[in-house]
């Protein structure tokens, strides 16, 4: 048997002991060291037709413990990280869906770093297209993605980086985890600036974004669209902000924009392993410079307790549970 957290049906959790999760063929079992907490967490629920406990959480890492039959990449003893139910003493991870942990980083920046390093590279490489001195905006910047997708865009070659936020006391932490950038980071308080005009001000013609990673959804539609340039792309990757808004067709269609809609919930286990593969190809030695801001470690019996911390929303980076 081993300790989980265990989603219900109606969206609770609670930590039980339940037998460890089978291995299949071409999957490797992980003990957990550490699991990021994600936005996601707070909206999952259980299916009731789906058999047996459902455990929580969406990314892990820890040491490969057993490996199936099928498996050749991986050994006992292996460190790695990837996506998929973390918030137990055990987990499995298909062989192709594991990343190794960079050298240097701890148990708790590893377990925070899969979700935000895949949705990062996913929206900005390939979805967004994203090419070398272009101005990109990220909205929700001091979420995990927020920082990650900030750093990357910089690392990647934007010419400059807009981070947006809602919370002018998060300023300073935004810029202090992002980090050093070979190009311009500027953080916007969209409460108290205007973001249209502050990303128009910081684009070479004034003409706006060429890509904008959305981390909110509904309520910075508007103001995103008005903020691309013409031809921009605009990587729906959240819905903090809500779900349904009204689009000015027309506008878009000026603009000739992209919208496009992100998530990995609809994902074949082959596409899923396409964007690690996609991932560990561009950025390769390079993983260690995405280490994750470590906002907050809860134990496994304190979930409830880091869902609320999260819910609170006055944290900047990553919160992490650890079995």
Request: proline share 6%; aromatic share 2%; net charge neutral.
């Amino acid at each position: 048997m081993m300790r989980a957290a265990v989603l219900g049906t109606d969206g609770s959790v609670t930590v039980q002991d339940v037998a460890p999760p089978p291995l299949a063929a071409d999957q490797v079992l992980v003990r957990v060291r550490a699991a990021g907490l994600n936005r996601a967490d707070l909206a999952a629920r259980a299916s009731s037709a789906q058999p047996g406990p459902v455990i929580a959480g969406l990314e892990l890492a820890g040491e490969v413990d057993m490996v199936g039959p099928q498996v050749s990449r991986w050994r006992p003893g292996d460190k790695v990280m990837g996506r998929g139910s973390g918030f137990a003493e055990l987990a499995v991870l298909g062989e192709a869906d594991a990343l190794p942990v960079p050298d240097g980083l701890s148990w708790e920046e590893a377990g925070a770093m899969p979700v935000t390093l895949l949705t990062a590279h996913d929206a900005l490489v390939t979805n967004g297209r994203l090419q070398p001195g272009q101005l990109v905006v990220v909205n929700a910047g001091s979420s995990g993605v927020g920082i990650c997708a900030a750093r990357m865009a910089g690392i990647l070659g934007a010419g400059t980086v807009i981070s947006a936020t809602t919370s002018g006391s998060k300023v300073a932490a935004i810029r202090d985890a992002v980090g050093p950038l070979p190009c311009p980071l500027v953080v916007v308080d969209v409460a108290g600036d205007d973001f249209v005009a502050a990303v128009r001000g910081r684009s070479d013609d004034g003409q706006g974004a060429h890509l904008i990673i959305d981390n909110v959804g509904a309520s910075v539609l508007a103001d995103n669209i008005a903020a691309a340039r013409v031809t921009g792309r605009i990587v729906q990757v959240g819905r903090l902000g809500g779900r349904r808004a009204e689009i000015d067709l027309d506008e878009l269609a000026r603009k000739r924009l992209t919208l496009v809609g992100v998530t990995f919930r609809t994902r074949s286990q082959a596409e899923g392993a396409e964007v690690v593969r996609r991932c560990l190809e561009d950025l390769g030695d390079q993983l260690p410079l995405f280490r994750p801001r470590i906002d907050h470690v809860f134990p496994l019996g304190q979930i409830l307790d880091a869902r609320a911390a999260m819910q609170r929303n006055e944290h900047v980076g990553k919160i992490v549970i650890v079995p």
